[in-house]
């Protein structure tokens, strides 16, 4: 899968990310983008808990991959100095016109592959990537880049899938592999892709927090931690017969996201 095959997934894509929740607002408008926020902050608080957007008032952002502008938006109305980079030119305009709706003021978002950033060496605070790392090829062409932008001591956050998660085993590779006999018509390859986001999907790279640590090992890992367990993930378990807290404490162990923290 090459950045032109992920591109062309993006770019030509009409079921844009929170559009798959948000179907009565117009899209864009100020009510689209509150909803689309609610529901994306509700599904996931980790996201806000992990990055602590307020932190970074007054410090130089960039997100890699910010596809609709959701997260870009809190990290500029916090206050940060916020920059934003994204492969398609679509999802570009997408998160420029989210985060004006969202904050009244504009970010600068451009065309740029992870593995090749237009930015100079040493040039940022945090750079933030959330589940769009995972389907670079090149990780270590895109880590050695986020390295070289960031600032000694500067910060990167970032999100791949977890290999060794419920959501890998069990609905994937269990439920529409084995139950569902879909890896004979699919394959194994293509089974793993279209069931970790949807028909069509492009390739992915999911990672343990072991490979994840090594990916990393320029940085000092400051925070590793499994998150995101949800109904969707277990189509044969019922889970309203469990407490919440029991749920929480699987999601912390064999969560669908692996969420980490490193310091240049």
Known sequence: MTPTDVQRY??????????????????????????????RYTLYPFIREFVDFQAWRGRRVLEIGCGQGADLSQFAAAGAHTFGCDLTPKHCEISRRFTEVVTGGTVPVVQANATRLP????????????GVL????????????????????????????????????????????????????????????WFTDGFGYPRTYHQTPETLRQA?????????IVRNLTPDQLPLIPFDDYPPEFWSWMASRL?????????K
């Open 10 to 39: 993006y770019q030509e894509s009409d079921d844009e990310l929170a559009q798959r929740y948000v179907k009565d607002e117009a899209f864009l408008s100020p009510s689209y983008c509150a909803a689309a926020l609610a529901h």
């Open 119 to 130: 930015y100079a060496s040493e040039s940022f605070d945090l750079v933030y990537s959330f």
């Open 134 to 193: 995972l389907l670079v090829e090149d990780l270590d062409g895109a880590i050695a880049e986020i390295h070289r932008v960031l600032k000694p001591g500067g910060r990167v956050i970032t999100m791949f899938y977890n290999r060794q998660s419920l959501h890998y085993y069990v609905k994937t590779l269990y439920y529409y592999g084995i139950v569902c006999d879909l890896e004979q018509l699919l394959g194994p390859r293509r089974l793993v892709d």
């Open 216 to 224: 990393f090992a320029r940085f000092a890992i400051d925070d590793l």
């Open 255 to 263: 969560g669908f996201y692996l969420m980490l923290k490193g310091r």
